[in-house]
Structure formats: C-alpha cells, structure tokens
C-alpha cells in the first residue's frame, strides 16, 4: 500500500489538532503583547461542508488590527485557483485546512505580518488520494531596520534548517517571486518563506515541516514588536503606512491563493477579507522625497537580496 492511499482520517485528525493549538497559541502571545484587547471569536459552518472559527482584534495597543483564522472545509469539487497549476486535479473531491493570519500594527515603525500553515487532500473513485502541505510567512516593513529583517530571516532559515542546508533559499526565493505585484513592479515586503504542493519525503516529514514553519512565526515576530512598537511616531508616518498598506490591499485582491481559494470555494467572506487593514490610502503618481527614509524603504529594503549573507554589508540600524 502506497503512502499516499495511507493519508486518512488519522492524518488529517493530527493536522487539525495541530492547527487549532497553533492557533491558540498565537492568539495568546498576541493578546499578551498588546495589553489591552482580546480577540473577538466566531464560530461558522460552511453549507457545503466543513467551517472553522475567526478571531479577530481590533483597536488595540499594539495592534490596530489582527486576524488569525482557522478553517476546515469539504467541498465536491476543487476551484480553478486550486486547480491553476495541477490540471488534472479538476473534479476531485477535498478537504482543505489551515490557518491564517495578518498582523496589522498600529504603530508605522513595527511591520505588518503574514503567516499560513495548510494541508490538502484530492480525491476521487478509483484513484490514490493527493496531499499536500504549503504556507510560509512574511515581513512588509513601513520603515526599514535591518537588524529587524535579518532576525527575520535567520528565524525562516532556522524553521528550514532541520530539512536540509537547500530549503530555506528555495523557499526563500520562491517567497521573494511569489509576493511580488507585478503591476507595481516592486515585492510587497522584505519576504520571509513560501512553499505549496510539498509531498516529498512522505506525510511525517512533510508535517514535521509545516509545523517547524508555524511555530518559528512567533519568535521571528514578537521580538521586532517588542523593539519597535513603543518607538515615536507622527501624522507623517502614519500617512506613509495608510499608503503601503494600499500595496497589501492590492495583492491579497489580485495575487493571493488563499484569498481567491476562499471566495472561489463559497468561504465565509468576513474570514477571508479579515486580511484587509483599518485604514488604507491611494495617492495618484506618488513618489518618496529622495534620501527620505521612505525613500530608502524602495531603495534598499524593497530590493530581494540575501539578508544572510556575510558579505553583506547592512545599512546603518537607525
């Protein structure tokens, strides 16, 4: 018997537990960190099959707006989003879970956050099922620090080191070309890591990964809240963040996987957009002061390069 006629009902009951104590955890850590609001749950039910529970927190201290969903669901038919790049996938049945979240902070100086830990299964009559895992994190920075975007990215390499030295710069990079707004010709942040489709090495291993992956989300983003969020600010920061996040709000609407699986497969739409930040602007040709920090934002943190390397040489941390 293959592995992959193995992956059942046990599997799938391990990934869910697995993701709702990640959730739980995260949520914690983040209430703990703001100080002052708790996160607001739902609970809902797909009609097709399945559900999940949304938690969001909003107007807090820390963070003005912060969404970390669960979900799992049953469907008779994978969307065209899922399908895109595996054609002969079309038709099966799925269960689809997961967890998501987007960490938008209140203050300009501390990066909004992205992380998504996900587990799949196709299946039809007379055939093996399909599995397979994905997610990653990242970091869009305001303004750029560059002691924030190497802790970042030493914490995605430490979440791939165990799986082999050529995971984290695969996956580094293909987090790098992923969220990348091709309209705009400019990545959506400092990137972080990115995988799907990962089957390789069988379910134990991949699993393993997956959970590496959403457990080093905590200690690569708390630390950059902690240093950053007390750090004063103004009108003229918190314009230029209302402005950048017009950049998320367009890739998550253009660009997402996870945004378009979710309406294309009849999900609950206050869970998929919770993503959206607070307040967002559109300037018509806007463009940085030159030598301004957030000129410098474009013209050294927007710029894919290894943070890791030794040769290197790092911006001066301000």
Same mark, same amino acid.
């Given at each position: 018997?293959?592995?992959?006629?193995?992956?059942?009902?046990?599997? #799938?009951?391990?990934?869910?537990?697995?993701?709702?104590?990640?959730?739980?955890?995260?949520?914690?850590?983040?209430?703990?960190?703001?100080?002052?609001?708790?996160?607001?749950?739902?609970?809902?039910?797909?009609?097709?099959?399945?559900?999940?529970?949304?938690?969001?927190?909003?107007?807090?201290?820390?963070?003005?707006?912060?969404?970390?969903?669960?979900?799992?669901?049953?469907?008779?038919?994978? &969307? &065209?989003?899922?399908?895109?790049?595996?054609?002969?996938?079309? $038709?099966?049945?799925?269960?689809?879970?997961?967890?998501?979240?987007?960490?938008?902070? =209140?203050?300009?100086?501390?990066?909004? #956050?992205?992380?998504?830990?996900?587990?799949?299964?196709?299946?039809?009559?007379?055939?093996?099922?399909?599995?397979?895992?994905?997610?990653?994190?990242?970091?869009?920075?305001?303004?750029?620090?560059?002691?924030?975007?190497?802790?970042?990215?030493?914490? #995605?390499?430490?979440?791939?080191?165990?799986?082999?030295?050529?995971?984290? &710069?695969?996956? !580094?990079?293909?987090?790098?070309?992923?969220?990348?707004? !091709?309209?705009?010709?400019?990545?959506?942040?400092?990137?972080?890591?990115?995988?799907?489709?990962?089957?390789? $090495?069988?379910?134990?291993?991949?699993?393993?990964?997956?959970?590496?992956?959403?457990?080093?989300?905590?200690?690569?983003?708390?630390?950059?809240?902690?240093?950053?969020?007390?750090?004063?600010?103004?009108?003229?920061?918190?314009?230029?963040?209302?402005?950048? =996040?017009?950049?998320?709000?367009?890739?998550?609407?253009?660009?997402?996987?996870?945004?378009?699986?979710?309406?294309?497969?009849?999900?609950?739409?206050?869970?998929?957009?919770?993503?959206?930040? &607070?307040?967002?602007?559109?300037?018509?040709?806007?463009?940085?002061?030159?030598?301004?920090?957030?000129?410098?934002?474009?013209?050294?943190?927007?710029?894919? !390069?290894?943070?890791?390397?030794?040769?290197?040489?790092?911006?001066?941390? !301000?």
């Amino acid at each position: 018997m293959t592995d992959d006629v193995q992956i059942g009902k046990q599997h #799938s009951n391990q990934v869910h537990h697995s993701l709702l104590t990640l959730q739980d955890t995260i949520c914690n850590a983040l209430e703990e960190t703001d100080g002052t609001m708790q996160f607001r749950e739902d609970s809902w039910v797909r009609d097709e099959g399945g559900g999940g529970r949304s938690r969001v927190l909003e107007e807090g201290a820390v963070f003005e707006k912060a969404g970390v969903n669960f979900s799992h669901v049953f469907g008779t038919q994978l &969307p &065209p989003s899922a399908t895109a790049a595996r054609p002969e996938l079309a $038709g099966r049945h799925f269960q689809a879970m997961g967890v998501s979240l987007v960490i938008h902070p =209140r203050n300009p100086y501390v990066p909004t #956050s992205h992380a998504n830990v996900r587990f799949f299964i196709a299946e039809k009559e007379a055939a093996d099922p399909v599995w397979w895992f994905g997610g990653g994190f990242d970091l869009t920075p305001y303004y750029g620090f560059t002691e924030d975007a190497r802790h970042w990215h030493r914490l #995605s390499r430490e979440a791939c080191t165990p799986f082999g030295e050529e995971i984290y &710069p695969r996956y !580094k990079r293909w987090c790098d070309e992923y969220f990348y707004l !091709k309209h705009r010709n400019e990545p959506r942040g400092i990137g972080g890591l990115f995988f799907d489709d990962l089957n390789e $090495g069988g379910f134990d291993n991949c699993f393993a990964f997956m959970q590496s992956v959403g457990n080093h989300y905590l200690p690569a983003y708390l630390p950059i809240v902690k240093r950053r969020k007390d750090m004063p600010y103004g009108e003229r920061e918190r314009d230029f963040q209302a402005y950048r =996040r017009g950049r998320y709000v367009e890739f998550n609407l253009v660009y997402d996987r996870g945004t378009l699986f979710g309406l294309q497969s009849g999900g609950r739409t206050e869970a998929i957009l919770m993503s959206m930040p &607070p307040v967002v602007k559109w300037r018509y040709d806007w463009h940085p002061e030159s030598g301004s920090p957030e000129a410098e934002l474009y013209e050294v943190f927007l710029q894919p !390069k290894d943070w890791l390397a030794r040769a290197y040489n790092p911006v001066k941390d !301000k």
